[in-house]
């Protein structure tokens, strides 16, 4: 893994007369990592850089998010551009609209996860639980380390008979874990589908795809753009299928000045 500002002098040359097509995770990437999830948020400078890059000819922007459709609308709040939900499962933009079709056994299996998780953290301190629609999830930021391994312990307990294991994805992200649909979909499978779907409309032009993300679930994506996409972690250095690194949200911003002066 490179840090990307040392190389951008050779990766800005590559993206003359491209396509470019901008990938964004949303918690830990745009916007610092919050004590609780309600706190992530992003300001109106930023958020009009980013409708400044959205609005740019050859240009595109999606946010690519674990938290549910619904939520990374209202916190972005940008009209025009893509955003995906739940890892994408859910995607919606002016011209796409995607939510998956979910069984009653599915929601009726996602409460009783709730009912029991909530019953046993009753009294575990920092632990909150999120329905995010076709998933739930457990939030444990604020949780001290003995209640953390409280709350781990509880979803597993709740989560591994193998009645409920059998129908459920469980997901491990960075002080949160979730249970969601039994599918093999995650970031990577989203960004790759928005991608050919945007090969095909630009008619011939070189698509450059570039993914930021900050989390295990961010990976997938870098995995699935490891040939020729331009990944970009974000944090200290670390084991990842990205090529690149920036250290903090600040840093992101920083690069999207740059994109959006190209
Ligand atoms: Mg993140």
Request: hydrophobic share 35%; net charge positive.
């Given at each position: 893994m490179e840090y990307l500002f040392s190389q951008w002098d050779k990766l800005k040359y590559s993206l003359n007369s491209r396509y470019l097509f901008l990938f964004l995770d949303y918690d830990g990437t745009l916007s610092p990592i919050a004590s609780a999830p309600h706190k992530a948020v992003i300001s109106k400078v930023e958020k009009n850089l980013l409708k400044r890059i959205s609005?740019?000819?050859?240009?595109?922007?999606?946010?690519?998010?674990?938290?549910?459709?619904?939520?990374?609308?209202?916190?972005?709040?940008?009209?025009?551009?893509?955003?995906?939900?739940?890892?994408?499962?859910?995607?919606?933009?002016?011209?796409?609209?995607?939510?998956?079709?979910?069984?009653?056994?599915?929601?009726?299996?996602?409460?009783?996860?709730?009912?029991?998780?909530?019953?046993?953290?009753?009294?575990?301190?920092?632990?909150?639980?999120?329905?995010?629609?076709?998933?739930?999830?457990?939030?444990?930021?604020?949780?001290g380390k003995q209640d953390a391994n409280l709350i781990k312990t509880a979803f597993r307990e709740v989560t591994i008979l193998p009645s409920v294991a059998k129908k459920i994805k469980i997901r491990a992200g960075k002080k949160v874990l979730e249970a969601g649909l039994p599918v093999e979909w995650g970031k990577g499978t989203i960004v790759l589908w928005l991608l050919s779907r945007q090969k095909f409309a630009t008619d011939g032009k070189e698509v450059a795809a570039i993914y930021i993300g900050d989390d295990v679930t961010d990976e997938d994506a870098f995995e699935a753009l490891r040939k020729d996409g331009i990944t970009v972690f974000v944090g200290e250095k670390k084991p990842s299928y990205a090529k690149y690194f920036l250290k903090d949200s600040k840093e992101v911003y920083k690069f999207l000045n740059l994109i959006l002066a190209l």
């Open positions: 609005q740019k000819p050859d240009c595109k922007v999606a946010i690519i998010s674990g938290r549910s459709l619904a939520d990374i609308k209202k916190r972005v709040g940008i009209k025009g551009i893509i955003y995906s939900g739940n890892h994408g499962l859910e995607v919606e933009s002016p011209k796409i609209k995607h939510k998956p079709q979910v069984s009653e056994a599915h929601r009726k299996l996602l409460r009783k996860i709730k009912n029991e998780l909530e019953f046993k953290l009753k009294k575990v301190h920092g632990a909150i639980i999120e329905d995010k629609g076709l998933s739930l999830a457990v939030h444990f930021r604020e949780a």
